[in-house]
């Protein structure tokens, strides 16, 4: 079997090292979870700390993306069930992980039903197995270690919490480091035992560190003032709950530690600042007085541009505070069932059974320890697994924030402001897409808190001129994302303009259903917003008609 890189040679990525570092001294951290681009050593890091033989963090245990709940969770033995006639559980990755690290890759694409099992574990420290009447549990206390790249989707805020620091990497290296990085893992994969020798020594010294920050950890002191300025920090953050505090508090300790001293230092608070908030800083962006120019040029169906008075472009955006949350309507039958999947089973005449009841709300899947449970009175019966929830749903909004919005704003941020509460109430996904002031930007990506939605919609200004193109653009990308993950995927696309562009939008299709909502204000109507919803094969409403629904 071949080796793991080692910890010591790899080069750059401070704060994931120093990260991983901490939460071998203090376990009770409570994880990681990094947000950077592929290639940037995280899963080398991860392999490689297994190495250091840290007490807590004895074993790397893997959680594929594509794994089930049985390879999460443990399941049923089948053959001794089928050979022996007992009953007895094959441990599953959760057993494995116990006192290690649990290395998820692509944490954010997880679905949400492994997502609730290890949300249950890591709070408890107790993986309880539920079958048929079956009980089985044992302990699972492991160190959780994620990676994702937002640009696939955000974490849900439940799990996004449970990670003690957070780390966003830029794939930025130098000349110097890129050149080292390469001869190094040259020299590796050529002589992998001379080079583990090469670093051996920096190995023990790292590893001997570790063992005496952990027996100094339980005597770190720390003042009241420091435990203030903590507490002081977060509330400056708008940090959620007290966890951020207890995790900053562990990690200044530990750090602490790490250096050889018992008192915690203004340093030290300062030193793990980032690890923690993060992900857990919940204040806006202020603006940039110097705004960065437009990724793209304006328009050219417009060769002449306008006077001063009359350019959109020349504008300031001007901002509207959100207006009363309005409820979307429905789409049309013909939209719904434009998405609908097929029932495989029921289109191959099986019929699946469960509670005594026939319903749809079953998988493909073979549930072998019911099937087991029921056949022994002889008769073979085949029992399948209940779906976990249904598809997943993406709601897509795309919002023109244009200077031509301006009047209808208000009203345009109330439904904005009403789909993210839908969304949440109904554990689905939303990602709002801004396009205007020339440019295209996601605003939010919401996993299931609307709280955040209506600060947010108060800070858009309408300005500029209107790149609906680039911005159906995107989106087409991004469902095909979406779909290629998880082709169940049922994307729900929301274009709330007012029409005002004169791009050719001629061949552009958006995966999933449509609905364009028309917020064009003046009284005599261009009709552009209905053509834009022909040309996409969406459904149409102005915003009048959303109004009377709610």
């Not at 000349?175 to 020299?187: D, G, K, P, S, T």
Request: a neutral charge; proline letters at 6%.
């Amino acid at each position: 079997m071949k080796p793991n890189f080692p910890f010591a040679a790899v080069v750059g990525q401070e704060p994931v090292k120093l990260a991983l570092t901490l939460l071998a001294i203090d376990p009770a951290i409570g994880g990681v979870l990094v947000s950077g681009p592929r290639g940037s050593a995280k899963s080398t890091l991860a392999r490689s700390l297994s190495d250091l033989h840290i007490k807590g963090l004895e074993q790397l245990v893997t959680l594929p993306l594509g794994a089930s709940e049985e390879m999460l969770t443990g399941t049923l033995d089948l053959q001794q069930a089928l050979g022996d006639q007992q009953v007895a559980f094959a441990p599953g990755l959760l057993s494995k992980a116990h006192r290690g690290l649990l290395y998820v890759d692509e944490v954010n694409l997880l679905p949400d039903s492994l997502v609730d099992l290890l949300l249950d574990v890591a709070a408890s420290g107790i993986n309880n197995i539920e079958r048929d009447g079956i009980s089985h549990q044992h302990a699972s206390e492991f160190v959780l270690m994620g990676t994702m790249n937002p640009d696939e989707g955000e974490l849900r805020p439940q799990l996004l919490d449970r990670f003690g620091f957070g780390v966003a990497l830029a794939n930025s290296y130098n000349v110097q480091e890129r050149m080292e990085i390469v001869r190094r893992r040259q020299a590796f994969d050529q002589h992998p035992a001379a080079f583990l020798q090469q670093y051996q020594a920096q190995q023990e010294l790292l590893s001997a560190q570790i063992h005496t920050a952990q027996n100094l950890l339980n005597n770190i002191a720390i003042a009241d003032a420091q435990r203030l300025d903590i507490a002081e920090r977060c509330v400056a953050a708008q940090v959620d709950g007290v966890r951020g505090d207890l995790v900053w508090l562990r990690a200044a300790c530990a750090h602490t530690a790490l250096h050889g001293r018992q008192s915690v230092e203004e340093s030290d608070i300062d030193a793990v600042q980032e690890l923690v908030l993060m992900h857990r800083r919940q204040q806006l962006q202020e603006p940039p007085n110097n705004p960065p120019p437009p990724p793209f040029q304006r328009p050219q169906e417009q060769p002449n541009p306008p006077s001063k008075t009359s350019d959109w472009g020349q504008m300031s955006p001007q901002t509207q505070v959100t207006g009363e949350m309005r409820t979307m309507p429905p789409l049309s039958q013909q939209a719904q069932d434009h998405h609908r999947q097929p029932n495989l089973l029921a289109s191959r005449g099986a019929q699946v059974q469960g509670k005594g009841r026939f319903t749809r709300n079953w998988s493909q899947r073979i549930n072998w320890f019911s099937s087991l449970i029921a056949s022994r009175s002889g008769t073979p019966e085949l029992r399948f697994r209940r779906q976990q929830g249904g598809d997943p749903t993406m709601h897509l909004v795309l919002l023109d924030t244009s200077a031509s919005t301006l009047s209808g704003q208000s009203q345009a941020k109330g439904l904005v402001a009403g789909l993210a509460q839908q969304a949440y109430v109904a554990r689905q996904q939303m990602v709002l897409l801004g396009f205007g002031n020339d440019k295209v930007e996601q605003l939010f990506a919401l996993g299931r808190a609307p709280k955040a939605m209506n600060p947010l919609l108060d800070s858009i200004g309408a300005g500029g001129g209107t790149p609906i193109k680039q911005a159906l653009q995107q989106a087409q990308a991004f469902g095909k994302r979406l779909l290629r993950r998880n082709p169940a995927t049922q994307v729900i696309n929301y274009i709330i303009t007012d029409g005002r562009s004169q791009q050719d939008l001629h061949g552009l299709n958006l995966p999933g259903t449509s609905l364009l909502v028309d917020i064009e204000q003046a009284q005599v109507k261009r009709g552009r917003g209905q053509q834009i919803a022909n040309l996409l094969g969406a459904d149409y409403l102005t915003l009048a008609q959303t109004l009377q629904h709610s």
